[in-house]
């Protein structure tokens, strides 16, 4: 769940993109961290020396935020406030009791640039004193002034061209376009570069015919040997297979073994009266 200081924050900076101001631009450095901003405003309007001047610098929000005010720095030199240190203001940290929590962004830039640039430092903290023929110097150097991290001020429209200079950016473009050029300039060099790194190019005083490669063994040398495989018995022999074992069922028959038993003992008992019969004669 965001808390109240992300939420008026998020607020305000969809307000500042939806509304954007002439004199003004501001917006978070990134969308994970809406506590640190930065902005670009132009200078008040002559007499005052900073007519022609823009000016760079960062506004920080605590946790607390809108209860409590922001601090700010400004990072582009103006002979009226110190670089990159936090100035004493009404509506910033160092003055509290003065701030009102319905304040806020616009609110500030706006009185930062109207009223409190037009006039002297007179010992404010983070303020410094100079002559208007530096604060006017400083304020033509500043259409030329880049910020050391890589976001460079446009003067014309107020906003921030980006994160590269557009001189690099060109630079690097050409530098590709010339890699492309050389890399194309020799496509069966690069090919065969790429194809077989550890082989060295082909000067261009050799002959170009490819080296003769040794055919691949037949298929036909390297053909495994069929295993032989025993011949299928004749139809003959599986006919007589089959005959012998079933005329061995009925050997194993129980039905039999009792038959044999049987005429075994009447055989005895014929036998034995006979023997009988003759004794008694």
């Not at 139809?235 to 005429?263: F, H, K, Q, Y």
Request: proline share 11%.
């Amino acid at each position: 769940m965001t808390s109240p200081s992300t939420r008026r924050l998020l607020k305000e900076s969809t307000d500042i993109h939806k509304n954007p101001s002439p004199y003004f631009t501001a917006s978070p450095t990134s969308d994970s961290n809406l506590h640190d901003w930065h902005f670009t405003l132009t200078g008040p309007p002559s007499p005052t020396p900073y007519a022609s001047g823009l000016y760079h610098g960062r506004i920080t929000f605590p946790p607390t935020y809108p209860l409590r005010p922001p601090s700010f720095r400004f990072l582009t030199p103006s002979g009226r406030f110190e670089v990159n240190r936090e100035i004493c203001l009404s509506i910033s940290g160092h003055h509290e009791e003065t701030w009102q929590p319905a304040w806020g962004v616009r609110t500030a830039l706006l009185a930062i640039r109207s009223e409190i640039m037009g006039a002297e430092s007179k010992g404010q903290v983070g303020g410094m004193e100079g002559s208007e023929e530096v604060r006017r110097e400083f304020a033509r150097e500043s259409r030329g002034w880049v910020w050391r991290e890589g976001v460079e001020v446009d003067v014309e429209g107020c906003e921030v061209v980006g994160e590269k200079k557009e001189e690099e950016e060109e630079e690097d473009g050409e530098q590709r376009v010339a890699a492309v050029d050389e890399s194309t300039s020799s496509p069966a060099a690069s090919v065969s570069t790429s194809a077989n790194p550890s082989v060295p190019p082909v000067p261009s005083g050799l002959s170009s015919t490819p080296a003769v490669v040794p055919s691949a063994p037949s298929t036909q040398s390297i053909r495994p040997r069929p295993t032989p495989t025993a011949p299928a018995p004749a139809p003959v022999a599986m006919a007589a297979r089959t005959a012998a074992a079933t005329s061995s069922e009925p050997a194993n028959n129980p039905w039999l073994d009792r038959a044999i038993i049987g005429i075994v003992f009447a055989l005895i008992i014929l036998i034995t009266k006979r023997a009988v019969n003759v004794d008694d004669l």
